[in-house]
Nanobody
Framework: VQLQASGGGLVQAGGSLRLSCVVSTGISNLNYMGWYRQAPGKQRELAATIPGGGTRATYADSVKGRFTISKDIARNTVYLQMNSLKPEDTAVYYC??????????????WGQGTLVTVSS
C-alpha cells in the first residue's frame, strides 16, 4: 500500500489548509485511516482518524472543533481540513492507513509527510 500526501504549505495564523492523501488501494476495506503530526523536537502525535468502513471520526483534543477528517471512497483519498490554524499546529503531517492482512496483526502504512507551517 502506498500513500501520497499533499497540501501542506505556509499559512498565517487563523488561516486554513486542506491536506490530501491518495491511497493506492481501496479505502473502504481499511481498518482505519488517519493523520498524525510531528512538530520539531517532539514526538509524533495523533491528529485525527476515521474508519475505512464508517464515518465516526476521532480527534486529538488539541484539534477538536478546528480540524475535520473526511474521505472520498471513489478517489481513494483521505482529507484533513484544517481551520483556525495556530502556530502550534506547525508540524510535518503524515497520513496513515491500517488493515489486517491474512491472519496477522493489524499492519500500518505511512505516507511521506507534508509540512505545515503556521506563522504568527
Amino acid at each position: 500500500v502506498q500513500l501520497q500526501a499533499s497540501g501542506g504549505g505556509l499559512v498565517q495564523a487563523g488561516g486554513s489548509l486542506r491536506l490530501s492523501c491518495v491511497v493506492s488501494t481501496g479505502i473502504s476495506n481499511l481498518n482505519y485511516m488517519g493523520w498524525y503530526r510531528q512538530a520539531p523536537g517532539k514526538q509524533r502525535e495523533l491528529a485525527a482518524t476515521i474508519p475505512g468502513g464508517g464515518t465516526r471520526a476521532t480527534y486529538a483534543d488539541s484539534v477538536k472543533g478546528r480540524f475535520t477528517i473526511s474521505k472520498d471512497i471513489a478517489r481513494n483519498t483521505v482529507y484533513l481540513q484544517m481551520n483556525s490554524l495556530k502556530p502550534e499546529d506547525t508540524a510535518v503531517y503524515y497520513c496513515t492507513v491500517a488493515r489486517y492482512e491474512g491472519w496477522g496483526p493489524l499492519k500500518d502504512y505511512w505516507g511521506q509527510g507534508t509540512l505545515v507551517t503556521v506563522s504568527s
